[in-house]
């Protein structure tokens, strides 16, 4: 059975949205949280935020890490453990420039001894949790995965997932269907693909592909379209309602958890960006030109369902 698996989208897919996604739309095996990261020495505190069971409705999270360093690694590994979480997922797929230039994310593809290093580090860990890895196919070109694949394959990870393009590409650009061939070939682990799945047949086309496939991974496509999963296992297709319902909780917790309209509609315009095509882009406009948050649900009131 294909397993569906929401990917983590920095600034959006955080507890508010995925405790509303499961509840509303559901059909995801697990979801990822946003990836922690140490600086300066200490947590984030809205790392900690996302991973604590107080905020999180759902029994299926798995939190993520990112990290220059053995050291850090096994930092958030600890803590992580205290929450009692049994599946870590360890980042090297974030193509963001200022990720990758110090190292970190997909960045870690360009130093595959210190990515050794690092996944060694995390072996005491084996009898407390279960390690996923997700990567890009290189940095600046698509043969990083070569010198990676023995490491992960050795490592030994419950899955790997691979985006089809390099961190240069970020999310733009052909899909590098060779290259995921040739590793779906060669991978020691269950594999997951990354990379496009805007539509339920999208993941369709993708399971024909790739009949050994342990899952998909979907980002930016579940935030067009939540419905995507459901629809993938025979449910009820896309519903307008739903989405402004998913919208509206989401949009309460940010009103009633940060400070003043300007720092809210900050938070909740981006999710807009991802708006589905029904949607009147006259309406659109005005919720992304909203000033106050009188204006935001003025402008939402007047979608039609």
């Keep these: ?11 959006l897919t955080e507890f508010a949205w995925r405790n509303a996604h499961s509840k509303i739309f559901g059909y995801i095996d ?18 900690l935020r996302e991973i604590s069971h107080d905020n999180n409705d759902t029994d299926n999270l798995v939190p993520q890490i990112i990290a220059t360093n053995a050291s850090d690694s096994q ?14 997922d360890i980042n090297f797929g974030c193509p963001f420039p200022p990720i990758c230039k110090h190292g970190q994310g997909a960045g870690m593809m ?13 072996e005491q860990y084996r009898n407390d949790c279960v390690f996923s890895i997700k990567c890009r196919l290189g ?6 995965w070569k010198v990676a694949l023995p490491i992960f394959n050795a490592f030994r990870p419950v899955r790997l997932a691979v985006h089809p393009r390099t961190a240069k590409q970020q999310y733009s650009g052909d899909l590098d269907m060779e290259s995921f061939d040739a590793i779906y ?15 339920a047949n999208d993941i369709d086309d993708i399971e024909r592909r790739y009949p050994k496939l342990d899952g998909v991974m979907i980002g930016r496509g579940l935030m067009c379209n939540p419905a995507i999963a459901r629809e993938h296992a025979g449910g009820k297709g896309f519903s307008l309602e739903e989405y402004l319902r998913l919208m509206a909780i989401v949009a309460n917790h940010f009103e009633n958890t940060l ?7 900050a938070k909740i315009k981006p999710y807009w960006e991802y708006a589905p095509e029904c949607i009147d882009r006259k309406i659109l406009k005005a919720i992304k030109k909203s ?3 009188i204006k935001y649900h003025s402008a939402v009131q007047n979608i039609q369902i």
């Design 1 to 11: 059975m294909l397993h569906i698996y929401s990917s983590a989208l920095q600034g």
């Design 30 to 47: 697990k979801y990822y949280a946003p990836f922690m990261r140490i600086e300066h020495g200490k947590f984030r505190n809205k790392d």
């Design 75 to 88: 930092m958030m590994i600890e803590r992580i453990l205290q929450e009692g979480y049994k599946e870590i």
């Design 110 to 122: 360009n130093i595959p001894d210190k990515m050794a290093e690092t996944l060694k580090a995390l």
């Design 139 to 144: 940095i600046n070109d698509a043969d990083g």
């Design 185 to 199: 070939h060669a991978a020691e682990m269950p594999l997951v693909y990354n990379g496009n799945i805007m539509a």
């Design 259 to 265: 400070c003043g309209d300007a720092h809210t509609l």
């Design 291 to 293: 000033t106050s948050m």
